[in-house]
């Protein structure tokens, strides 16, 4: 239990009146409030910041924001940055996300060159020729926000018809639905409020058209205690009033299954041609799944099913009607592909398909009229294609070397199958291929920007021994002309949480620092899943700390190789990323010269109190149980902080819209280091219009990665990126 004995006073905050005329910032008054856990003292001195509706609090973060901005802009190259950086984002190529297939169709986002909104096209398979169906500037005709609305998420019906799209504004990723009529070019009479289509759920059509599921947030207020819980899966049919609310999965509806208020409710129907739908209760993580014929979707007297649960550690199903293809790290690490049927199902004892391998992760997989196509990667940077067929296991030779594969097929029926492949020094391509024919066909939807200046660029894959004697991989990237001297400016890219793998991706942040001489490094730490689940549960919840030590061993092997030097080091990290870096920079702090942290966790003991904060209990922990607690202690930055000692030069950035990280975090982390030491070089940068980052309009995300840059280059003694007097 925790019992609360330091009182908030409750008096109006003390700001000291006058800013310092050198660095132009407002120190704030600490208002310490002290809580005991098991028998353990924690004192929190900036919990006042937490009240972001004070206007005191307010006006902090504008002061810092201002002064940070204004520190940047007197480094004369960044403008020159920032046309090079726009240049790269908005030249002669257009970009395209989020590609769907139906019927004989693509339906994708595509954005323009010059453009800063992504637009709605459909192309028909196998032609070059396309057509623009919608755009959010045609919301002009409807509503005076249109300049700030952003498609997050479409899902086109089966039959190609219609395609319902999410939509937001100012980097929110809570979304409104609309329906496109394909046939008419026009949205129907439809709005629908407070839903999250993202990479966790989405939208489901029915088999006939007639409707789809979505998922429901009743409480969308920053404010409220309750704001996220107790999402809903909501029916909705074409042409019905949606205001009035069919809820088919729900913790109140669903009364005797596993589902808790922080849970994202949600229905897949992902196979046409199968008679049932599955329900999911969950978020990022494992989930429990249930099940019920699609015939009985309004039928509560039908009740939900479980088919599976957190334990069977189920990553990825297909389903081909009532057949249900699933890849799962239960009793095998580095994941296997199994089979059962969904009218009886099998998870104790179901038929292997592809075993377990030491020789890779299986990362993903497809099925087609050709049989099981899967991915196996290595390290999370090296990936293969294979091909189960008959029995035999047959290795496919890709068109290119490929870090990072994934694969999809429109359905089982089909030869078809979707590759895209990419690396660190390579934008994605797509392919189709054909058993049959033994050939990959190239079928980008857009030109693909190519940099002739990384082609003297390498990657060094390495592994290296960590704190405890484990292997870590590395990538490290650079010109090939470098000396190893101790003179290169070094930045390393770390994460390590929710099983994701940081696998090769060429971002602009990479390509930026290897155009100007550095050396980026990705430190493939522990709490991520590039090499299997026991690699992710390594660094997870007790074993967190695994993340930050990795990443101080892969810096202190690159110094002692003469890669760089300490004086030349800086780590970036985002997000979950923001324990693993800040970790180090207050483990180590003699190690790094800088730090950049993107809307960063830094005081995961507080996540649980914070928006979304009951989700990351699942991934980090609760304060409310003892071992958990000294877990979260120890993860947690801002609490790590020593006084009097001197930290490297840190960039804070938050976004005020921020349904993932609250914007405190960054703010407290910032706070408590100029409290321990007025010498300490800590810039933050709050987007009081803009949230995780996600749906970021693409002129604010060059003037964010210009401003990231430049202090990065200037704190690593870039000559060309020093301020002016």
């Known amino acids: 239990m925790r019992n609360t004995y330091g009182i908030l006073v409750l008096s109006l905050l003390i700001q000291i009146a006058c800013s310092d005329e050198k660095n132009q ?47 940047l802009e007197k480094i004369s190259e960044r403008n020159i940055l920032l046309a090079n950086i726009t240049n790269n984002t908005q030249g002669s190529k257009a970009a395209v996300k989020r590609l769907y297939t139906a019927k004989q169709y693509y339906f994708y986002l595509k954005r323009l060159p010059k453009s800063k909104t992504y637009d709605l096209y459909r192309r028909r398979i196998g032609e070059n020729a396309e057509e623009l ?22 899902k086109p019906s089966w039959d190609a018809s219609k395609i319902a799209l999410a939509i937001t504004k100012d980097d929110e990723e809570i979304s409104e639905i609309v329906v496109f009529n394909v046939r008419t070019r026009t949205l129907e009479d439809l709005r629908i409020s407070n839903c999250w289509p993202s990479e966790l759920g989405g939208i489901s059509w029915l088999p006939d058209n007639s409707g789809f599921t979505y998922t429901y947030i009743p409480n969308i207020d920053r404010r409220a205690k309750n704001y996220l819980l107790n999402t809903q899966s909501i029916l909705h ?65 039908r009740r939900w099913i479980p088919l599976f649960g957190k334990s069977q550690l189920i990553r990825q199903y297909v389903i081909d009607s009532t057949t249900f293809y699933y890849r799962t ?23 292997v398909m592809v075993d377990e391998s030491p020789d890779g992760v299986i990362t993903d997989f497809a099925v087609t009229k050709d049989g099981l196509y899967y991915v196996r990667t290595k390290n999370g940077v090296d990936a293969k294609l294979f091909l189960l067929k008959d029995g035999q296991h047959i290795k496919i030779d890709l068109p290119t070397p490929a870090g990072s594969i994934n694969i999809s097929s429109a359905n089982s029926d089909q030869f078809n199958l979707e590759v895209k492949i990419e690396g660190w ?50 990538s490290i990237i650079y010109n090939k002309d470098l000396k190893k001297n101790g003179k290169n400016p ?79 080091t800086a780590l970036w990290g985002a997000s979950a990323g923001g324990i693993t870096v800040g970790r180090a920079i ?29 989700n990351n209990v699942k991934e980090f922990g609760t304060v409310n149980d003892s071992t958990e607690f000294k877990a979260l202690l120890r993860m947690d930055a801002y609490q790590s902080i020593k006084d009097g000692t001197k930290y490297p030069s840190v960039l804070l950035t938050a976004g005020m819209n921020d349904a993932r990280v609250p914007p405190w975090q960054a703010a407290k982390f910032a706070a408590r280091l100029e409290q321990a030491n007025p010498n300490n070089d800590v810039m933050l940068m709050v987007d009081f219009d803009g949230g995780h980052g996600f749906q970021a309009d693409i002129d604010k995300r060059n003037e964010e990665l210009a401003d990231i840059m430049t202090f990065l280059f200037w704190k690593t003694e870039h000559p060309k990126y020093q301020p002016s007097n």
């Open 133 to 154: 169906l919608w755009s959010p500037t045609f919301l002009k005709t409807t509503t005076k926000e249109s300049s700030s609305y952003t498609i997050t998420y479409l």
């Open 25 to 71: 910032k407002m120190t704030f008054e600490p208002n310490n409030v002290t809580e005991s856990f098991f028998g353990h003292s924690v004192q929190d001195p900036f919990r006042n910041i937490e009240n972001l509706a004070d206007s005191t609090v307010i006006r902090w973060l504008e002061k810092n924001t201002r002064s940070s901005t204004e520190k």
């Open 586 to 614: 207050t483990e180590r702090p003699d190690l790094y010269a800088a730090a950049v942290i993107r809307v960063g966790v830094l005081n995961p003991l507080r996540s649980e109190f914070g928006l979304n904060g009951k």
């Open 425 to 474: 020094l390579n934008y994605e391509d797509r392919y189709l291929y054909n058993w049959q024919e033994k050939i990959f066909v190239k079928e980008n939807l857009a030109p693909v920007e190519d940099h002739p200046e990384l082609s003297d660029v390498i990657v060094e894959e390495i592994e290296i021994t960590s704190h405890d004697g484990a292997l870590m991989p590395l």
């Open 237 to 301: 049919k074409l042409g019905e009033d949606p205001n009035d609310r069919k809820v088919i999965f729900a913790k109140e509806k669903s009364s005797k299954i596993d589902i808790n208020e922080e849970d994202l409710a949600m229905i897949f129907i992902p196979d046409p041609n199968s008679p049932y739908l599955l329900a999911k209760a969950g978020g990022v993580g494992y989930s429990n799944y249930f099940y019920k014929r699609i015939a009985d979707i309004e039928n509560t007297a």
């Open 490 to 568: 070094l930045l390393i890219n770390a994460y390590g949480a929710y099983k994701w793998s940081n696998s090769p991706y060429l971002y602009p942040y990479l390509l930026h620092w290897v155009r100007n001489g550095g050396i980026y490094a990705v430190a493939h730490v522990r709490g991520g899943g590039e090499k299997g689940d026991s690699w992710y549960k390594a660094g997870y919840k007790e074993t967190k700390y695994n993340s930050w030590k990795d990443l101080i061993a892969a810096t202190e092997y690159l110094i002692d190789e003469k890669y760089t030097s300490k004086n030349k």
């Open 329 to 351: 790290a239960r009793d095998a690490s580095n994941f296997k592909i199994c089979v059962t049927n969904l009218d009886d199902p099998d998870f104790i004892n179901p038929k």
